[in-house]
């Protein structure tokens, strides 16, 4: 059974910085694609990051050189760390995991088979 759990989301000041969290179980991390989503209030869901099995990764033109995904291979986890942070980066986050290995349709939920349950970001002074 496979199971994504995301933390790390919270409340923080425009400027400031967050580190998601997601752990897997029942799946390997770098075996497959696997991406971070964001659905802010009363919009729909949103590629925000994707990493490929060789690491190769993909950035919505929105975050480019403010967020960074990453996994850790040893504790199967992937992780987005948020910098810079805006407060149109408000949105539930979601961790997601496909079972290919290539992100062909990176930002497209569809290609998604699993799904963590989110964590909620606010952005706000």
């Known amino acids: 059974q496979v199971q994504l759990v995301e933390s790390g989301g919270g409340l923080v000041q425009p400027g400031g910085s967050l580190r998601l969290s997601c752990a897997v179980s029942g799946y390997t991390t770098n075996n497959y694609c696997m991406a971070w989503f964001r659905q802010p209030p009363g919009k729909e869901r949103e590629g925000v990051a994707s990493?490929?099995?060789?690491?190769?990764?993909a950035y919505a033109d929105s975050v480019k050189g403010r967020f960074t995904i990453s996994r850790d291979n040893a504790k199967n986890t992937l992780y987005l760390q948020m910098n810079s942070l805006k407060p149109e980066d408000t949105a539930m986050y979601y961790c997601?995991?496909?079972?290919?290995?290539?992100?062909?349709?990176?930002?497209?939920?569809?290609?998604?088979?699993?799904w963590g349950q989110g964590t909620q970001v606010t952005v706000s002074s």
């Open positions: 990493m490929d099995i060789y690491g190769i990764t």
């Open positions: 997601a995991a496909a079972s290919q290995r290539f992100c062909v349709r990176w930002d497209d939920p569809s290609f998604f088979r699993y």
